[in-house]
């Protein structure tokens, strides 16, 4: 119980800038709650006026109920106008903050390390988000509309019960202790239940994400009716594993109706032999029958509460899990903006293992001066993507400094870092958006004239020419409205509007044929110009000219230099290259893999 308190705390705690709408959300129930125990209470002194009056023969005046009547109406209407208004500014509170978590929780995760979305699937993270929001607004709607005056009156009506008559009392603290320990037996029997209901939801995502993703793998090996099957059985098995829960929370909730009954005739029978006794009045009588009935309302919608919390902390405790994942690569605190930088890259020393056991890299040493380019050849798993991926701190080292123009890259801002850094992917990275959107991403502000500028040297200015809608035109889900060749062009464009001093171009012809990969050398020859390149490349063609070239292996560099001094040494680039040309005679044949 306390774990579901603390979570359901946390919830709380996310009002934010919100919060003191909250408190005086808090205070309008407090006051509504008491507002809500003068009913029963005056309605028992108007039976006793009444009752007294018969009893002594006398006819009961006007003048002596009016008080009682007045200040029962003016209770009600401040019941019904408090109401009002707590319904109103909590429905407001609960959409605004939902909203706010939602793009809190997003800006969080597309800050969170390449590491991190490796190891976590992209559907779970959007179930997570969704869902955990919508859980939010409907707790802090009804915390602030309905629970948290549910728990004052619990806790007021108690006391106020004992004050009155304290043999009538007891009936009600009875009453409460039996509804404790019943929902108290159910939460522990469906808490670790629920937990397996979330993982099924998660697996249900992931599914649905991944068949949704690759739609055309799908179609063309005729795989609809496994996928839907294999969909079909993870539903049942969550329906298998809620079903329990649920009929769990459905024996207490007709316990509650049960309750009902048994409370009143219990109070009426209590009552009456009390009052035969001369120990309890017939207004006492009725106030307590008010007040029985008025508990286990709120004990019902305190069981609600309960259910409700069982059910959604997992989905919370996920929702919170991922807020409080901290990357490893983070800004230090303090961290100067790096600045605009000439391009002096140095790896001093640099060493770095992804399991801690296993080295990808071990005391690697690179210089690459401004306008240099620097190409990188090795087998897979050499550690050159590894080196690179360092260099725009996607990890950072556990040994050795990475410099850029002397500035250890540790101990500045990482979005300054990376605004001077532009990559060039393998697999052409777009949003589902317009060319516009997407040539945007390098340069935010720039103007039409820019753009077309960027296509043009990009050698993609077709692309806007021959499309009606122009730079508006919509490039589909991953760009899959372009060819591979078109992809790659626009995502080199996008690097010439950021026009970054430092610029890595990670196999970024690998994936082409011949004839295309002209087109996209061409634009890599325009981007490569007048700043520090770096490339990861398996074709001649995008290595033949580099300032200098490094042979990976096991993690180190065990050769460098130039093209023809590497040819002339003879040793494991030779190697490469006399296995490529042997393969073929055609020049686009891969050097190694990567």
């Not at 699937?121 to 948290?148: A, E, N, P, V």
């Not at 304290?166 to 929902?183: P, Q, S």
């Not at 969550?238 to 649920?246: D, G, H, K, S, T």
Request: glycine share 10%; net charge neutral.
């Amino acid at each position: 119980m306390g774990g579901l308190l603390r979570i359901y705390g946390r919830a709380l705690g996310l009002l934010g800038p919100q919060a003191k709408v909250g408190v005086a959300l808090a205070i309008g129930n407090l006051l509504l709650a008491v507002a809500q125990f003068a009913e029963p209470i005056l309605f028992g002194r108007i039976i006793n006026a009444l009752a007294g009056a018969q009893g002594s023969g006398a006819t009961p005046g006007f003048s002596d109920l009016l008080p009682l009547l007045a200040a029962w109406a003016g209770f009600g209407l401040f019941s019904i106008g408090a109401g009002v208004l707590i319904s109103l500014h909590a429905d407001r509170l609960a959409h605004r903050r939902r909203l706010g978590v939602l793009t809190e929780y997003f800006e969080h995760v597309l800050q969170l390390p390449a590491a991190f979305h490796g190891e976590t699937h992209s559907g779970r993270l959007l179930k997570i988000m969704l869902q955990g929001t919508d859980t939010l607004w409907s707790l802090w709607l009804s915390f602030f509309r309905d629970d948290c005056a549910a728990l004052v009156a619990l806790v007021v009506l108690l006391p106020v019960g004992i004050w009155i008559n304290w043999r009538l009392g007891l009936v009600l603290i009875v009453l409460v202790a039996v509804f404790g320990l019943v929902t108290g037996y159910v939460m522990r029997r469906t808490e670790a239940m629920q937990r397996n209901v979330e993982r099924h939801h998660s697996s249900l995502a992931e599914h649905a994400t991944d068949a949704l993703g690759n739609v055309a793998l799908i179609q063309s090996y005729t795989r609809i009716e496994a996928e839907v099957s294999g969909l079909r059985d993870t539903a049942h098995s969550l329906l298998a594993a809620q079903i329990p829960v649920l009929s769990w929370w459905a024996l207490v909730s007709m316990a509650t109706r049960a309750a009902t009954t048994l409370t009143i005739l219990a109070i009426l029978l209590i009552g009456t032999w009390l009052h035969v006794n001369g120990l309890a009045s017939i207004g006492e009588i009725v106030t307590y029958v008010g007040f029985a009935t008025m508990l286990i309302g709120r004990l019902d919608h305190t069981v609600s509460f309960v259910n409700r919390l069982v059910l959604n902390a997992p989905g919370l405790a996920e929702f919170f899990g991922v807020l409080d994942t901290v990357g490893q690569v983070r800004d230090r605190p303090g961290a100067p903006d790096l600045g605009a930088v000439k391009g002096d890259v140095r790896f001093e020393d640099v060493s770095f293992s992804y399991d801690g056991k296993r080295p990808a890299l071990q005391d690697v040493s690179l210089h690459a001066a401004p306008g240099e380019t620097v190409a990188l050849v090795g087998t897979t798993g050499a550690g050159k993507s590894t080196a690179l991926a360092l260099l725009h701190r996607m990890f950072d080292p556990q040994s050795g400094r990475v410099l850029i123009d002397g500035a250890d890259i540790r101990d500045v801002t990482l979005s300054s870092l990376r605004r001077q850094i532009g990559v060039v992917f393998q697999e052409p990275l777009l949003f589902n958006r317009s060319i516009e959107d997407n040539l945007k991403v390098g340069k935010p502000d720039a103007s039409e004239e820019e753009l077309r500028l960027a296509l043009s040297r990009a050698q993609a200015l077709e692309l806007v020419e021959r499309h009606p809608d122009g730079l508006k035109a919509k490039v589909g889900e991953r760009g899959r409205a372009l060819s591979g060749g078109e992809r790659q062009r626009l995502s080199i464009a996008r690097a010439l509007l950021k026009n970054p001093p430092i610029l890595i171009l990670d196999e970024a012809t690998s994936a082409l044929d011949a004839s295309t990969e002209l087109k996209v050398q061409a634009a890599l020859d325009e981007v490569m110009k007048d700043r520090t390149t770096f490339v990861i490349a398996h074709r001649l063609a995008t290595i033949r000219d580099a300032d200098r070239i490094l042979v990976f292996e096991g993690g180190r560099v065990v050769e460098a230099g130039s093209f023809e001094a590497l040819m002339r040494l003879g040793g494991r680039f030779a190697t490469l290259a006399k296995a490529q040309f042997l393969a073929a005679p055609d020049p686009d044949r891969p050097i190694a893999e990567t």
